[in-house]
Every structure is written in structure tokens, then in C-alpha cells.
């Protein structure tokens, strides 16, 4: 049976595009290689995170703050829609600097980002230590200052992904697990994609399946340069609550435990857990907030983000294969909601590749001038 849409992946791009295009009226077939995919969306902080999107790239900034602003319409209609709570809130974002070099970097990173069109509008500022230690009493004395923004937030990932998916399910998205994608191609007025269960067609096929989205691009011509970068992330025990603000490296679930991250290693396709790095998370995590030296750590993992070479989005219909497009970010959370509410009716349209210009893969190929 063709469909309208073949989403590849169903992690939180692929299941936040479906969800949008279901709402559009379109109808999905969403493919999910499973459990055994190098799936992003299972191993992240869970910010819903604005304050240092977009240095170098100002349509990146506004189309964060956006996101960030369409979190609450979309975490709204997903409780209604599937009784799910994703713990979505925005009390506004800190980041906290241990020494001069760290506050200045901030700084400088928010005069560049003033400069640029759009941008003032995320309401950055730098903070001294002694504000920073009122607005989060258990804030160390080694903290110097923080880089604050009013429109930071958190969301639980694992509940926002089992929403999008319960809902695709309910309005009738075809979600086929276990099918890894092996090939796409032509296929009278639309496209086949070969996966390890079988051939299925459809009119139109988004590529959101990460780090796979590279191989997968050179089916439709689409040059997808992302590659992983590994992550870590400790978890501590359940204690009472500590913040009243979202900290960027130490965040606190709504159910207690205290996520302190993260790094950033370009080792491939490798997931094994490093405890050096995990060590230096938790030594920085303590320095920032010594009271969380009593707390028993009880789980930890790696898993890779997927990055572009320069950190921002790509989005672009095929100029070789019209129909074939690829939406892939490594701010899967963050972007969530602009992705649902606002990126997908974009597909249904011809100007998509208008509408995103600044955010195609084109940009990497740019010659310098001579």
C-alpha cells in the first residue's frame, strides 16, 4: 500500500515529523530500524535549550526560540490527545562558569549573538556569582558567574517520544518496527524503499534516521555530512528538590534524580562507556554544586548525538529526487516541537527548500573567495 509520506526513523524527528504530518491529514508510513538503532533519542539530557543555539548561524537562534515557544502548545495537545504528561517546563536556563575564561567565553559568545538579526530576542545575559548563588541557593562558592536565559526549559524525552508515537499510532500512522531501511529509489510517481522486511512505495520519503541519514542520502543525491559524537551522562538518587532553574550540565528530573553531564567525543560508532570522562562530569558537577557530593551516583551511559560540521540543522528536498527530504538536527528535544507544529506542513509545500534556505547541506560546499 502507498502512502503520502515514508518517514525513516522513529526516534524523536522521525516521530515529532510523523505526528506533524498526521495533523496535515497526510498519511505516514513511519519506519523504525528498532531497538537496536543508535537512537539519540533514549540518551539525551532532555533540554528544551535556547541560550547558545545559533552562534554563527542566527536563523538557528530564532528557530530555537520558536520551538522553544511552541513547547507548551505541543506538550499541551499531547497530554490531551494521550493522557501523557511530558513533564515540560521553561523556569529559565543557567550556565555556570568555574572560572573567568569560561564566563568570558559566554560573554563574547553573547555579543556576537547580539550581533546578529533576531537574536537579541532570547533574553541572554550574564550573571555574577553572588546573582547567580540568589537564584540557586546551592550554587558553590567556585562558581563565578553564569550565562542566564528566561526561555531554557526541560522536557522528559522518554515521555515525549512514548506521546508521539501513541499518537501517530491513534490517528493511524503506520509504524513498522524492525525495518531497517537497505535502499530507496524511484518508483512511478513517488519512491520505494527496500528495508529487511520488504518493499513499500510511497508519493513522498523524509530521511530522519541521524547518523544514518548520511548513507541513506546518497539514494536520492542528498549530501548528509552528520557524524556522532559520543555523550556521557551520570545519574544520582532520588533527593528532594535542589533548583529552581534549570542548570545546562546538572538538571533534575521531576521524579528526583540529578542528570549531571555532559561530553563530547568524536570516537565513531563507538558506545562503550568511558569512566574517565564520567569522572570529570562529576568532579565539575560538584565543584559547581558541592551538595551533591552526599548523593549516591546509581546509573550511567554513553550514546552518540548526531552532529553536522558545523552543530546547525540540515533541512532539503532532493533537487534530483523532488520528494525525497531530510530533516535531521542533533536538537531532536529542543526542536520537537517546530518540527511537529511548524516544519512539517512544510513538506506538503514547493517552497521548502525556500523556507529553509540557511539550513541546507549547500552551505558546506561554499568556495572561498580568492
Known amino acids: 500500500m502507498s502512502s503520502d509520506f515514508i518517514v525513516i526513523g522513529g526516534g524523536l524527528v522521525g516521530a515529532a515529523v510523523s505526528y506533524g504530518l498526521r495533523r496535515t491529514g497526510a498519511s505516514v508510513i513511519m519506519l523504525d530500524e528498532g531497538d537496536t538503532a543508535f537512537r539519540a533519542s533514549r540518551g539525551n539530557f532532555g533540554l528544551v535549550w535556547v541560550q547558545s543555539k545559533g552562534d554563527g548561524m542566527h536563523e538557528y537562534a530564532a528557530w530555537s526560540k520558536k520551538s522553544s515557544d511552541l513547547w507548551p502548545e505541543l506538550a499541551s495537545s499531547l497530554k490531551e490527545e494521550t493522557g501523557i504528561d511530558v513533564g515540560h517546563h521553561r523556569p529559565g536556563g543557567l550556565e555556570l562558569c568555574l572560572d573567568e575564561d569560561e564566563f568570558r567565553e559566554f560573554e563574547n559568545s553573547i555579543a556576537r549573538m547580539h550581533n546578529q538579526p533576531d537574536v537579541g530576542e532570547n533574553g541572554r545575559r550574564m550573571i555574577d556569582g553572588d546573582e ?5 541557593p546551592h550554587v558553590g562558592p567556585e562558581v563565578v558567574g553564569a550565562s542566564y536565559c528566561p526561555h531554557d526549559g526541560v522536557v522528559n524525552p522518554l515521555l515525549t517520544l512514548r506521546a508521539l508515537h501513541r499518537q501517530c499510532k491513534k490517528t493511524g500512522v503506520d509504524y513498522r518496527p524492525e525495518h531497517k531501511t537497505l535502499s530507496i529509489g524511484p518508483d512511478m510517481d513517488g519512491f520505494k524503499v527496500n528495508t529487511t522486511k520488504g518493499s513499500i512505495t510511497g508519493h513522498r520519503v523524509v530521511l530522519a534516521a541521524g547518523n544514518g541519514n548520511r548513507e ?17 551522562i551520570v545519574v544520582t538518587e532520588r533527593v528532594e528538590p535542589l533548583f ?28 562503550s562507556f568511558n569512566f574517565d570522562m564520567a569522572a570529570k562530569i562529576v568532579d565539575r558537577a560538584i565543584r559547581k554544586v558541592p551538595s551533591l557530593k552526599t548523593l549516591k551516583l546509581i546509573r550511567s551511559w554513553s550514546a552518540l548525538r548526531i552532529m553536522s560540521p ?19 538536527c542533533h536538537s531532536g528535544v529542543t526542536l520537537a516541537a517546530a518540527h511537529a507544529l511548524k516544519l512539517a506542513p512544510q513538506l506538503l509545500e514547493k517552497t521548502f527548500n525556500t523556507s529553509f534556505a540557511a539550513f541546507s547541506p549547500r552551505r558546506f560546499n561554499v568556495q572561498p573567495i580568492t
Open 216 to 232: 541513506l542520502g546518497q539514494f536520492v543525491r542528498l549530501d548528509i555530512p552528520v557524524s556522532p559524537q559520543r555523550g556521557h
Open 132 to 136: 547567580a548563588r540568589k537564584l540557586e
Open 244 to 271: 529552581n532553574h534549570v542548570l545546562g550540565q546538572i538538571r533534575q528530573t521531576d521524579e528526583g534524580t540529578v542528570m549531571l553531564g555532559a561530553t563530547a567525543e568524536d570516537v565513531g560508532f563507538d558506545t
Open 310 to 328: 558545523d552543530g546547525f540543522p540540515i533541512y532539503e528536498e532532493s533537487s534530483e529526487f523532488p520528494g525525497a527530504f531530510v530533516v535531521t
